[in-house]
């Protein structure tokens, strides 16, 4: 079993060890809470931040975190293409500028990809890499 309540940033969960009456110290005063049992619990914490009361994923918010995760995985990656782009540059070849532009703008353009997603596992399905 699994004690479950409601924070400023989203849901704790406690496990409950013991007696659940020693276990309710830790919630805050006048914090909603709910009792689970510990299978009502989602295994895939990915979006562990985005659960709700019903420990549920708010779709919204899992689409945050993953265009953060996005921005953290392709900041190294446009970050080299600018190395690429320069060096193209200076080599005058405006077939390889072209395609670090057409990768760059890729890179750029997932975020967007990410608004249109409906579940979870779909959002999860965006990435940098290129299929």
């Not at 405006?94 to 990768?103: H, N, P, R, Y």
């Amino acid at each position: 079993m699994r004690i479950v309540y409601k924070t400023e940033t989203g849901i704790a969960i406690i496990n409950l060890v013991g007696s659940i009456e020693s276990c309710m110290k830790d919630i805050p005063t006048g914090e909603e809470y709910k009792i689970v049992d510990e299978s009502e619990i989602p295994t895939d914490r990915t979006f562990r931040n985005a659960w709700n009361f019903d420990l549920k994923e708010d779709i919204p918010k899992s689409k945050e975190i993953w265009k953060e995760k996005i921005r953290q995985d392709r900041k190294p990656m446009l970050e080299s293409l600018d190395v690429d782009y320069q060096r193209a540059d200076e080599d005058k070849d405006e077939v390889k500028k072209a395609d670090i532009i057409k990768e760059k703008n890729r890179l750029r353009d997932i975020t967007d990809l990410i608004d249109k997603c409906k579940t979870t596992k779909q959002i999860k399905s965006i990435t940098c890499k290129i299929e």
